[in-house]
């Protein structure tokens, strides 16, 4: 099994930054893409921003320009840099990976429990 683990949500007023961070655990893996969705109050979960191993990355129309993805392969971890806070990126967000479990030769996909993000005054 593959864990995420999440850290770097919080309050932050509107026209700041945060960073969170979603590092993997686990046996035996590897990651193909590596990505954050959110979660906004009574919407669906949408894809904010994807990178492959590759580091090929994609974003959202909503937060191109003010987000960046990256990742650290040897760490098995991804970041999501946020720029220029607005009131709408208010929501949970969740970190997924996607990979192959050594052992069994599946696939996998996963999911991180979603910090809070409030972007508010």
């Known amino acids: 099994q593959v864990q995420l683990v999440e850290s770097g949500g919080g309050l932050v007023q509107p026209g700041g930054s945060l960073r969170l961070s979603c590092a993997a655990s686990?046996?035996?893996?590897?990651?193909?893409?590596m990505g954050w969705y959110r979660q906004a109050p009574g919407k669906q979960r949408v894809l904010v921003a994807s990178?492959?191993?590759?580091?090929?990355?994609t974003y959202a129309n909503s937060i191109k320009d003010r987000f960046t993805i990256s990742r650290d392969n040897a760490k098995k971890t991804v970041y999501l840099q946020m720029n220029s806070l607005k009131p709408e990126d208010t929501g949970v967000y969740f970190c997924?990976?996607?990979?192959?479990?050594?052992?069994?030769?599946?696939?996998?996909?996963?999911w991180g429990q979603g910090p809070q993000i409030t972007v508010s005054s």
């Open positions: 990178i492959t191993d590759g580091g090929i990355t």
């Open positions: 686990g046996s035996r893996f590897s990651i193909n893409d």
């Open positions: 997924n990976a996607q990979g192959v479990l050594h052992m069994t030769s599946r696939d996998f996909d996963t």
